[in-house]
């Protein structure tokens, strides 16, 4: 190990707590060693925590009072957590109109560590504005889990990262922390330009490690093996932000030589909820900072089944989330589930997309974006293809084809592979298009649904919800 990441460890972060009013480094430490903590200790932890921020927002969140009075009993969803049973779940939507009152009275009250306050303001796609607020305590605890998860997945401390698509920072003193952090942004849209800037970083600046939206990884690996480029020295490789489909995996490795590490989070929000380790199999929860639970049909959903991510904050006093629902649909892991790394936290099987990107069939089947790229990557004379689902039992499937398409062959395959996986309960109908519009985040969506009301969805979604964009990073730039 070369004498920087000893430095960073030991004295740079330490340090950089002090002008930021924050424990990035002790919550690090932490983490470091809770992660070999046996099951019930950390759930022992996570109870305590949660008993904590609960007790706290009844007694001083004005906001919360009044929905856990008067929210609907469609919201109160069953929870195998005591504490949070029958709580409302909470929307994008209800904070969105409550934002008067946030932050919390009192929220850093108790240490002198609290009393920073981070705003993050996102953008929806269709510009409707929402503001998150959080506290100096969350925001050590994301970036000490981000620590956490990167090692996971290769990085030290210290040696210098180059990531693509997160926010850029722009404030002079947090560019002297990208100095510290040896940190390299880049806005990456996959043009020529942009393709030679990164491998010039990588190469010049000696970038050992990669981070990325899954799309852009691929999109970058993908222009490496057309010129023949080869892996200037990365060693590890990150992915978040949208679904890393096996296709991309295979490729971004193979180009690399480089095993890629996947991990789930929202820098709007700010929270990291899942992560895989080195073993790249199931996802890791982080019981010390939040409860994820999976949510369907408003009750948890059994293992195997998918449901959506609903999280509960257990470290931001400022504007805590409490059984906020995601939007996004994860699966479920088996009973008795284990991860061969010896780590003990609760385990998912995989994020697997946005709610309205699921097809849910009338027998309650669903369908997710990777159900179909498998069908469909095995057919031939398929340039593009788009699902879409208006009604409970019908899909659109939207092909744009090629000279070799084989219409009956694939009219055939897909109905008959659809109507098995949803026990002949959801028809197909077909649509030829020279071109398939993309969306207005500028992304072509493989899968749209329509349905309003589905099992997975604790909320009717809202328009801007049904434009695909990737998680928003920004807290990363905070
Ligand atoms: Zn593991």
């Known amino acids: 190990m070369s004498l920087y990441p000893k430095l960073f460890r030991h004295l740079i972060l330490p340090t950089l707590d002090l002008p930021n009013r924050t424990r990035v480094a002790h919550h690090h430490r932490f983490l470091e060693a809770s992660q070999w903590w046996q099951a019930d200790r950390l759930l022992e932890l996570q109870r305590s925590k949660l008993d904590t921020i609960l007790d706290f927002s009844r007694r001083s969140a004005v906001f919360y009072q009044d929905h856990w009075r008067n929210a609907p009993e469609d919201r109160r969803a069953a929870s195998e957590h005591p504490a949070l049973d029958g709580l409302p779940v909470v929307t994008k939507d209800d904070l969105r109109g409550a934002l008067k009152h946030f932050p919390v009275a009192g929220w850093h009250r108790g240490s002198p560590f609290k009393k920073r306050l981070v705003t993050v303001k996102t953008s929806g796609s269709t510009g409707v504005p929402m503001t998150f607020l959080r506290s100096g305590e969350q925001e050590a605890w994301f970036w000490a889990l981000r620590l956490r ?85 990365v060693r590890s490789i990150l992915s978040t932000g949208d679904s890393l489909l096996p296709t991309y995996r295979r490729l971004i490795e193979d180009v690399f030589g480089v095993r890629v590490v996947d991990y789930y989070g929202a820098g709007g929000e700010g929270f990291h909820l899942a992560s895989q380790c080195e073993e790249r199999g199931l996802y890791h929860l982080h019981p010390e900072n939040a409860v994820v639970e999976l949510l369907r049909d408003g009750r948890p959903a059994r293992p195997g089944e998918l449901g959506e991510i609903v999280v509960t ?111 002949g309960t959801l028809a197909v109908d077909f649509e030829y298009l020279d071109h398939i519009p993309t969306a207005a985040s500028n992304k072509r969506r493989l899968v749209i649904s329509n349905l309003r009301d589905t099992p997975l969805s604790v909320s009717a979604p809202q328009e801007e919800r049904l434009i695909e964009t990737p998680h928003a990073l920004a807290g990363d730039g905070a």
Request: aromatic share 8%.
């Open 149 to 233: 998860m990167w090692q996971w997945g290769g990085y030290v401390p210290g040696e210098p990262y180059l990531t693509l698509n997160l926010n850029a920072r722009t404030k002079l003193v947090k560019r002297f922390q990208d100095v510290l952090f040896r940190c390299s942004y880049h806005g990456f849209n996959a043009n020529r330009g942009d393709v030679d800037a990164v491998l010039r970083d990588l190469e010049n600046k000696g970038v050992r490690h990669l981070v990325g939206y899954a799309t852009s990884l691929y999109l970058l690996s993908q222009a490496m093996a057309e010129r023949r480029i080869a892996n200037p020295g």
């Open 313 to 423: 904050q257990l470290d931001n006093r400022a504007m805590p989330l409490l059984r906020y629902a995601t939007q996004d649909v994860a699966l479920a892991a088996a009973a008795g589930a284990s991860c061969p790394c010896g780590r003990h936290m609760p385990l998912i099987e995989g994020v697997q997309g946005r709610v309205p990107d699921i097809v849910m069939a009338p027998d309650g089947s669903a369908l997710v974006v990777h159900f179909f790229t498998i069908l469909f990557e095995y057919l031939s004379g398929i340039e593009q293809f788009q699902i879409e689902q208006n009604v409970a039992d019908r899909i659109v499937a939207r092909i744009v084809r090629r000279p070799d398409y084989r219409q009956q062959d694939v009219e055939t395959k897909v109905r008959h592979d659809v109507g098995e996986a949803t026990h």
